[in-house]
């Protein structure tokens, strides 16, 4: 099973950039499609981009579209998000997360590999 551990997370001004890192172990990274997901306080964990591992068909999130951009780097086994234009309303702690199956988008059951979180702040 691959282990995932995100960073990059802090305290942004609002209209500022981040970009957060999903460092993959195992070797089973390239098979798997990717996802971020975040969950703020008092929320349920919502899903925010998704990056097949087949055909590199990526997937966002309405309220993200356009400000954040999904990537990954198989040979590093690492994936990431850029995020861009942040607003207060995307304080969350975001979360990798993998699945098996070749998907760009999906529920968080349909993803079985998780990191930690990665706490993510944007000040007003």
């Known amino acids: 099973q691959a282990q995932l551990v995100e960073s990059g997370g802090g305290l942004v001004q609002a209209g500022g950039s981040l970009r957060l890192s999903c460092a993959a172990s195992?070797?089973?990274?390239?098979?798997?499609?990717l996802a971020w997901f975040r969950q703020a306080p008092g929320m349920e964990r919502e899903f925010v981009a998704g990056?097949?591992?087949?055909?590199?068909?990526?997937y966002y999130a309405n309220s993200v579209k356009g400000r954040f951009t999904i990537s990954r780097d198989n040979a590093k086994n690492e994936g990431y998000l850029q995020m861009n234009s942040v607003k207060p309303e995307d304080t969350a702690v975001y979360f990798c997360?993998?699945?098996?199956?070749?998907?760009?988008?999906?529920?968080?059951?349909?993803?079985?590999?998780w990191g930690q979180g990665t706490q993510v702040t944007v000040s007003s």
């Open positions: 997360a993998i699945s098996p199956t070749n998907r760009n988008r999906g529920t968080r059951r349909d993803y079985s590999g």
């Open positions: 195992g070797r089973t990274f390239s098979r798997n499609s």
């Open positions: 990056f097949s591992y087949s055909g590199s068909s990526t």
